[in-house]
């Protein structure tokens, strides 16, 4: 996932106030308690973690999708089928966020038992950044995956119309010292949220990333907005089909597994017009200590990054070998600091909707300020 | 994977002949007959879907280990601890393709029960083309996942050392009328095999595939052979960290997961001189009538591909939008109607292997002939 430099004009706020804020937002839109609660989390999660694209900068689409009647924000995931390893859980087209946190909840309870354990949301909604639910299994001592399918606005390999997801795929494990390793990544070039940031700070895409809408490569972010992104990869010629192999075993995964709408049928992305998502949701946890000592696993990533992050450097490399997550880590500890930084974009659509719905949005402060 | 064109000078070999010819060659070199039986399974099963790099091929440094002894040829699988949806197997520094069959047959009996099951393979050796494994769950109604690590030749984004294998993802799933679905993709830009098929062919290799020794990028196959490949995606620029997160993500859950040794530690491929590879491998099965009805998943599956498939193509496009794994089906119809195709060098050493164990190779035919 992509983290952003300090936007001009930017502010910062208090992560807990945003988080309070945005759980009385939701709930002054009909969302119980409890449900706000996992929502607000894991939105401010994502703003937290530097990933401006994904987290309250969308809460008027949320809003929106309530008050068009697409989502209903009291819906409450229902298990439906379970074996010792597996379990399908029916999101009733509430909070994708709600239903997700309660299935991998359910996948780190059971692998506990069963040593691994896969469960499958239909009739979701958009969850946020995929990393949050597998972090939530590393948190636990857990390897964890978490996966889900979305708008078409990805072109298959060859092909030019908008037909799969982003669809990100993200998995996390605990590595002592280091952390924990956290991949989260969208299997297209790039996701759609940074298209529009792009759009909104008016920076010009990367050749090999999009398609306008008459399939020719593109670089900019309006041309590309209404075109398609490409799979990781890019094109064919520099291995796209790759990326587009992943996009569709995250699809399988998630939508096809679950029963829900067949992607490229998914409606446009936050769509008020168009009826339910009915997104699928996949999430996994495996439990390391079930097949070794405790501890053995976590002390082995440990040791594997120690040596990787000391492995020598290309002369022109902008520093050290990373740990998949690492930059998010670090903007989640710069968060701490000094608060979550909003552009004047951002923070104006939330100072409205706070305005709109009576729930006021807190005090920020200038950048640097 | 690639599948490759006809080489000039090509063989043509029946299947069926060859697959009885590397059984008996490996018996020669005191494998029992009924690992050898797999091993020759898998090794042809990658000639007959025209993946020349991973097939019999390697024959010869399959040999070599045995005969330095850094290869047990008649080491068993043993099950060391398990649960209801996980076991660890140690591969006794036998084959990896025995080993591997034997953890995908326990994941996908067990998973008949829990629905789903993660089996771990560590102390292993090569186990052929990732697909097989889980074409083998696929065709059993199943999910199937195939993963292994593999010796360093892959420098981590921003690196210049090969820390990292090209740890090849497998995953396969049943789509009805349209064969199996099945995604077998290295998480480097290219294999290593691709590398040393570039060598035999002299062919150039592609800009951003791979770095020289000093870890400046090249397109000559030797540099690169001497140097590094780079993660999918290329360099860090281009997206190369989603590349460097999945093949970690392979290694975590094959590896550091089963206790194999660390990535950056494992002796260089096929080493005669280092002593046992003492790979990791992991394989996951997914029953997806544990959560539906019969077929239902299969069906879907169907649907999804025939959308996707009609889908509109880009002016300049080869072809229609393709399902992965398509290729490698369409190469394995085509060897079951012609034979297997070999390129000269690969035919020359199966000849002297023949030879020099005293099992003739058996008759082929020139390609076109």
Redesign the interface.
């Known amino acids: 996932m992509p983290t952003y430099a300090d936007p001009e004009g930017g502010r910062l706020i208090r992560a807990e106030s945003l988080q309070a804020w945005t759980a009385a937002l939701l709930e002054r839109f009909g969302t119980p308690n409890d449900i706000a609660a996992d929502v607000a989390e894991v939105l401010v999660s994502a703003d937290r973690r530097g990933i401006a694209s994904h987290g309250t900068a969308r809460l008027p689409q949320y809003v929106a999708l309530i008050e068009s009647g697409d989502m209903d924000p009291t819906g409450r995931p229902e298990p439906?089928?379970?074996?010792?390893?597996?379990?399908?859980f029916d999101a009733n087209n509430g909070w994708g966020h709600h239903a997700s946190r309660l299935a991998m909840d359910t996948a780190i309870e059971r692998?506990r038992?069963?040593?691994?354990?896969?469960a499958?949301v239909r009739n979701s909604n958009h969850y946020g950044i995929a990393g949050w639910y597998a972090l939530r299994a590393a948190d636990a001592g857990f390897?964890g995956v978490s996966m889900t399918n979305t708008s078409p606005v990805v072109?298959?390999?060859?092909?030019?119309?908008p037909?799969?997801g982003t669809n990100p795929l993200a998995?996390a494990?605990p590595a002592g010292a280091h952390g924990h390793?956290c991949?989260d990544?969208a299997t297209s070039?790039i996701t759609r949220g940074r298209v529009e940031v792009a759009l909104r700070r008016h920076e010009e895409l990367?050749a090999?990333w999009a398609?306008d809408p008459?399939?020719r490569p593109t670089t900019d972010a309006a041309a590309a907005f209404d075109g398609a992104l490409l799979p990781?990869?890019g094109v064919?010629?520099?291995?796209g089909?790759?990326g587009?192999?992943?996009m569709?075993?995250v699809?399988?995964?998630t939508?096809?597994?679950s029963?829900s709408t067949?992607?490229?049928?998914i409606v446009p992305l936050f769509s008020t017009e168009a009826g339910a998502a009915d997104l699928g949701q996949a999430f996994m946890a495996?439990?390391?200590d079930?097949?070794?000592e405790p501890g053995?696993?976590e002390s082995?990533?440990e040791?594997?990054f120690d040596?990787?992050t000391a492995?020598?450097?290309?002369?022109d490399?902008?520093?050290?070998?990373?740990i998949?997550g690492e930059p998010e880590a670090d903007a989640e500890r710069r968060s701490a600091e000094r608060g979550v930084v909003m552009d004047p974009e951002h923070h104006g659509a939330m100072e409205s909707l706070g305005e709109r719905a009576t729930v006021p949005f807190p005090e920020t402060s200038p950048i640097g300020g």
Do not use: C, N
């Open positions: 439906l089928r379970s074996k010792a390893a597996i379990g399908l692998a038992d069963s040593g691994s354990f896969t499958v390897i072109a298959a390999t060859r092909g030019v119309k037909v799969l998995v494990a390793f991949l990544m070039t990367r090999g398609i008459d399939g990781l990869g064919e010629e520099s291995g089909h790759k587009y192999g992943l569709l075993l699809d399988i995964l939508g096809v597994l029963g067949a992607a490229p049928l495996i439990d390391p079930a097949i070794d053995a696993f082995r990533m040791a594997e040596l990787l492995s020598p450097t290309a002369p490399a902008p520093g050290r070998i990373l998949p």
